[in-house]
């Protein structure tokens, strides 16, 4: 079955960056779009981006635009997403998900999601 | 943006009775040209990641027991939870994926009365 796992948690200081692992297994990587969620304690989910696998774009929310990077690396079916010049308010868990493409598509919703990734953001 | 409106925040339901939660779209999420609702449903439970119960407003996801079911269309939807268990405690969001940026709304949590 569809496997994300991520990276494990990060600690840190205002004004770095940090750079967070989603690495896939059990579906086509190439067939899919890797999207980046995040969720601040007692919040709800807000959306950070996204990478079309196959053509190697990737599109931002206009809050994150400049300050984050999604990639990919297809030689390991794994998703990477950084964002830098962090502060306290970046603090949050922080999720992959999968969205197959293709015959397998259902319009965009999320297969399946990593298991998450706590960054916080502290000096 | 697309902005989603969820209700009620929370809401405590007695073992098999029945839960209703709501969603309200800003815009439009039908697609004209296939009729299907860009809308989905998720449950997180405490401690862990969303995980999809619904989509296209009204396809249950594979090994979603039939007691949740998804309506509405356009603008206004709604899942219903018919007999609850206790596993179906936690956080419901609506996310809508017909426009970017992909939106979810606030959630409601479900707790046993």
């Known amino acids: 079955q569809m496997q994300l796992v991520q990276s494990g948690p990060e600690v840190k200081k205002p004004g770095t960056s940090v750079k967070v692992s989603c690495q896939t297994s059990?579906?086509?990587?190439?067939?899919?779009?890797v999207h980046w969620v995040r969720q601040a304690r007692g919040q709800p989910l807000e959306w950070i981006g996204w990478?079309?696998?196959?053509?190697?774009?990737?599109k931002y929310a206009q809050k994150f635009q400049g300050r984050v990077t999604i990639t990919r690396d297809m030689s390991t079916s794994t998703a990477y997403m950084e964002l830098s010049s962090l502060d306290s308010e970046d603090t949050a868990m922080y999720y992959c998900?999968?969205?197959?493409?293709?015959?397998?598509?259902?319009?965009?919703?999320?297969?399946?999601w990593g298991q998450g990734t706590m960054v916080t953001v502290s000096s | 943006d697309n902005m989603m409106t969820q209700s009620p925040d929370s809401l405590a339901v007695s073992l098999g009775e029945r839960a209703t939660i709501n969603c309200k779209s800003s815009?439009?999420?039908?697609?004209?040209?296939?009729?299907?609702?860009?809308l989905g449903w998720y449950h997180q439970k405490p401690g862990q990641p969303p995980k999809l119960l619904i989509y296209?407003?009204?396809t249950r996801d594979s090994g979603v027991p039939d007691r949740f079911s998804g309506s509405g269309s356009e603008t206004d939807f709604t899942l219903t939870i018919s007999g609850l268990q206790a596993e179906d405690v936690g956080l419901y969001y609506c996310?809508?994926?017909?426009?970017?940026?992909?939106?979810f709304g606030g959630g409601t949590k479900v707790e046993i009365k």
């Open positions: 990478i079309v696998v196959g053509g190697d774009s990737a």
């Open positions: 996310q809508q994926y017909y426009s970017a940026p992909v939106t």
């Open positions: 815009q439009s999420v039908l697609y004209s040209s296939n009729n299907k609702n860009y």
């Open positions: 059990g579906y086509t990587f190439i067939e899919s779009l």
């Open positions: 296209w407003a009204s």
């Open positions: 998900a999968a969205e197959r493409t293709g015959s397998r598509s259902k319009g965009g919703a999320f297969d399946a």
